[in-house]
């Protein structure tokens, strides 16, 4: 099956601070989201991203869907963007959801 | 319009006894799937309903079972419990099928088995 990978897997930054989180595939993909859980446990959908760039106030996404990789785009990191973020994707024909195992992102104040 | 709801939020449960977690879509949506998160494995696919027909399952023993009804309500079963099913399970629904639609998830059903 579909291979995804998340890096870095740990990443400690001071608020205000800049992030860049990557998500590798190794197969084509129908679609490609972002998640970020919070501490009680919910995942929140972030972006629905297949190709392309989108933004949302402080995060943007951009998926190069040819190259097989992903970037979530974190700016001004505020202590509630705390949490661990996963990306999903699907693969043609497979009608679920595989995730990475996830970037835990930790903003001190 | 309100998200996706999964009762009950925790429990915990002996070995051998079995459990049914509930999950209540966002109105509109027909499809409802499911996932379990563990430390060790991650987030897994367990199985996805549309039309209260099961699309796709996961690899997962035959103890893990599920159901959806007209409304899109949908319930996850897991029979025979073992310590290895603690986790957190997660309900996520979409407007149709996973693929190709965004999908949202509940807070998810904490399951401790002891």
């Known amino acids: 099956g579909i291979q995804v990978e998340q890096s870095p897997p740990d990443l400690i930054l001071q608020e205000g601070a800049n992030s860049t989180l990557r998500c590798n595939f190794s197969?084509?993909?129908?679609?490609l989201q972002w998640f970020h859980q919070n501490p009680w446990g919910q995942l929140i959908n972030l972006f629905y991203?297949?190709?392309g760039t989108k933004q949302n106030g402080r995060l943007s996404a951009t998926t190069v869907a040819t190259e097989r990789y992903s970037l979530l785009y974190i700016s001004s990191s505020q202590t509630t963007d705390s949490g661990v973020y996963f990306c999903a994707v699907d693969q043609p024909g497979a009608q679920k959801l595989v995730f990475g195992q996830g970037t835990r992102l930790t903003i001190n104040p | 319009k309100a998200g996706v709801t999964q009762t009950p939020r925790y429990l915990i449960k002996t070995r051998g006894q079995q459990v049914t977690l509930s999950c209540s879509p966002i109105?509109?949506?027909?499809?409802v799937s499911w996932y379990q998160q563990t430390p060790g494995q991650g987030l897994q696919f367990l199985f996805e309903y549309f039309s209260e027909t099961q699309r796709n399952k996961g690899n997962f023993p035959g103890r893990f079972s599920g159901r959806q009804f007209s409304n899109s309500r949908s319930e996850m079963n897991v029979s025979t419990l073992e310590l290895g099913d603690s986790a957190l399970y997660l309900c996520?629904?979409?407007?149709?099928?996973?693929?190709?639609?965004?999908?949202?998830f509940g807070e998810g059903s904490w399951l401790t088995v002891v």
């Open positions: 996520a629904s979409s407007l149709a099928l996973v693929s190709g639609n965004t999908i949202y």
């Open positions: 109105s509109g949506h027909r499809s």
């Open positions: 197969d084509s993909v129908n679609n």
């Open positions: 991203i297949p190709s």
